[in-house]
């Protein structure tokens, strides 16, 4: 991959920018949330990423379903119906008020049913969409550089995920706490989540953590993270996890997350950032196995290749 398509993304020049994206996201993902029919472990209400953005896919909801998605290429938040029609808008300086009020137009355009939840979740000190009137900038430049690296970074993860057996996510975006992921499953029962997670229901809490799950991601920065960083952790923390020997050399145990962390900027000037990647991917997910007792002779298996089935 070229450098194009692992781009700087310092957090700090694009820190206002980047919360306004999140809160937009949010705002797509509380439409989906209230729509789809509940998936384990909130799988129903993410959004993906695509070539020009972020999509909701299709949603049960008008003239046969609706799809919502940001152009982070043209700066447009966009919508289509299942009979045809169409709609966008410019994404540009404005407050998360006006981006909530666009987006109701368009749904009701499309046929769509222009009610969801309205205040935003894991976020500190929330603002119901409506009252959030403070305006917000916008930096083109850099959001469409944080679209090529978040591209990059779900190539490797949807290679990561090929490499397992059992139960895996899907590689998708949670707009609550605004990280891309991708989580396995042992197949075993976890003890009950403790809850108490900021802005997020523990019922919820409770039946994301239902099961044994070593979770990767992929953070633009904020929360406590003033940079870029991939990310891993267990649920539940086997023992022995933080002093696992986590590769390469640039990762760290954080004991304030307790998550494994890499920053992206290790990853972009590797020089072969998807091999340095997926080596954090591997180990991490090997010390929560390995220290977790999966059985990783029924669950692991080599890497998908295009074309070529894979073996049995």
Known sequence: MSDDNWPEIPYAPWRETCAALHLYCQVLG????????????SWHATLYPETRGLTTGPVPDGPGGITLGLDLIGHAAWGQAADGREARFALGPMSVAAFHARLLEMLRYLGGTARFHGIPNEVPDPVRFTEDTTPRPYDAAAVARFHRALLSVSHVF???????????????????????????FSGRAAPPHPGGVPGLPDPVTREAYSHQVSSAGFWPGGGGVEEPAFYSYAYPAPEGFAAAAVRPAAARFDTGLGEFLLPYEAVRQAADPAAL????????????????????????????????????
Not at 158 to 184: E, M, N
Not at 282 to 287: D, L
Not at 289 to 299: C, E, F, K
């Open 30 to 41: 509380k439409y989906r949330l209230a729509h789809a029919p509940w998936v384990n472990h």
């Open 158 to 184: 949807r290679q990561f995920r090929t490499g397992f057996l059992g139960k895996v996510s899907p590689v998708h975006l949670f707009w609550g706490s605004f990280d891309l992921a991708v989580t396995r």
């Open 277 to 312: 990647l997926l080596e954090f991917l591997e180990s991490s997910y090997g010390a929560a196995a390995d220290l977790g007792r999966w059985d990783r002779a029924a669950l692991d298996c080599a890497m998908g290749r295009p074309g070529r089935p894979r073996p049995v």
